[in-house]
């Protein structure tokens, strides 16, 4: 596992490996009884509506940025002047060329960008193909039945390798099944806030706060801000509304946290938030998903193995000696 995982982060291969391991989890959902093919057709049903509705929500990003832009950054201008703090940009066109001088010059985003999508889309497809194949059929020796056992080195290795995978897609539903579950949680209150609060673009903002939110801890933060850029869109006392919710929103949490991934993980924030640092480090955002999977598979097979210390084992060779006595005592008596 060790050396897969090396393989996924140095051929950035996250996205492929995040796919099937979202795909299994949705097929595992869908499945009623033992119909593997209504499942199957179920997911690629909902496979097809979520590409529709990335490509309506892309869209409606591309539409809505621009007049997000030319509300916003006057109210930061108007800000910045009377508190005398410089700011790279003067106006909405001096912003895009900062944002562009940016991603081109130190990140080259927008040269390989169309290349990256069509690379990730094709890791994508091939992600599905492997997930519903795994589902119909995992096993890796064929020649096998399931009542037959075989003692050679390729099928006891398969038989591991297999069992491996099986508990690190085990940690994967046992993270994001509670992941999702505060990211429903939060989006829907989220949600009332926005529809209540009358903020623009509520339908955009909603879809970004559960994405945002399959994200642990940083995901907030990215939705957190936009929301309160759109409320300052509006007025200074709508943002400061918007970030006043968040702040409870975010101490809700806290509460959520602890009863839900908690009792499920059962790490501490400044672990989980190290994997987050490693994961991007490694590969990038599909590495923060897969930090904290990461962090407990870890947990789970090293818990397996049990460490007996040698004062441990006196205690227990005392114990048995004085067990011993005891018997031998009440046969005499």
């Known amino acids: 596992m060790v050396l897969v995982l090396f393989v996924v982060a140095s051929l950035h291969l ?3 490996l995040l796919t099937v391991l979202f795909s299994l989890f949705a097929l595992h959902l869908f499945t009623i009884g033992e119909r593997k093919a209504f499942a199957s057709g179920l997911f690629l049903c ?13 869209n409606q990003a591309v539409l809505t940025t621009p007049l997000v832009l030319d509300k916003l950054i006057p109210v930061i201008m108007d800000f910045a002047a009377k508190r005398e703090i410089v700011v790279p940009f003067t106006d909405v066109d001096s912003f895009k060329k900062v944002v562009v001088d940016t991603l081109v010059g130190q990140y080259g ?8 999508i069509v690379r990730q889309s094709a890791m ?19 020649e096998l039945d399931g009542n ?3 003692s050679n080195l390729y099928a006891l290795s398969a038989e591991e390798i297999a069992a491996r995978f099986k508990s690190f897609y085990k940690s994967f539903g046992t993270v994001m099944g509670a992941q999702i579950i505060i990211s429903g949680i939060n989006t829907f209150l989220t949600a009332l806030f926005i529809i209540g609060a009358g903020l623009p673009y509520a339908s955009l903002l909603v879809v970004v706060t559960f994405l945002c939110g399959l994200l642990p801890i940083l995901g907030n933060i990215i939705s957190n801000t936009i929301i309160i850029s759109v409320a300052l869109t509006i007025s200074p006392g709508s ?5 006043a919710f968040l702040v409870f929103i975010h101490k809700l949490e806290y509460f959520l946290n602890s009863k839900i991934i908690g009792s499920r993980i059962k790490n501490p924030m400044w672990m989980t938030l ?16 897969l930090a904290p999977v990461i962090l407990h598979y870890i947990k789970t097979e090293t818990s397996k193995v049990r460490v007996v210390r040698q004062k441990e084992e006196e205690i227990v060779d005392d114990d048995e000696e004085e067990e011993d006595k005891l018997v031998a005592h009440e046969v005499t008596t």
């Open 274 to 289: 190290l994997a987050l640092v490693l994961g991007e480090a490694l590969m990038g955002v599909p590495g923060m998903i």
């Open 46 to 58: 909902l496979c097809t509506a979520v590409m529709m509705g990335l490509l309506y929500f892309f």
């Open 124 to 142: 994508f497809i091939i992600g599905v193909v492997v997930a519903i194949s795994l589902y119909a059929n995992a096993a890796i020796v064929l």
């Open 109 to 116: 985003f927008v040269g390989a960008s169309l290349e990256n």
């Open 148 to 150: 037959t056992r075989s």
């Open 239 to 243: 943002a400061g509304a918007a970030l």
């Open 14 to 16: 996250a996205t492929p």
